[in-house]
């Protein structure tokens, strides 16, 4: 009998895709009326990014993220999917 071995990186993959997914299905339903408690979120991250000046090159570092009920949704969607296979 094979053992099935479960990789952490698709896990990884497939809890991305949900986000993503939920995060764009919450955007899009954000005029509809009866839709639009997916958009509620919240955000946070740096809003205004670092700016690190070496002289011979600039970096600039930033990260915000923006999480919604239809994105949370989506990451439990993709769990229970990659329990599934």
Not at 8 to 18: D, R
Not at 32 to 51: C, D, E, I, K
């Amino acid at each position: 009998m094979a053992i099935k071995e479960k990789n952490s990186f698709i896990l990884i993959i497939f809890v991305l895709c949900g986000l993503v997914i939920g995060g764009l299905i919450g955007e899009l339903t954000k005029g509809v009326s009866w839709l639009n408690w997916l958009a509620y979120g919240q955000s946070f991250g740096l809003s205004n990014p670092v700016t690190l000046d070496l002289g011979v090159m600039q970096l600039t570092l930033g990260l915000m993220f923006k999480i919604n009920i239809a994105g949370v949704i989506g990451i439990i969607v993709a769990i229970f999917l990659y329990r599934k296979f």
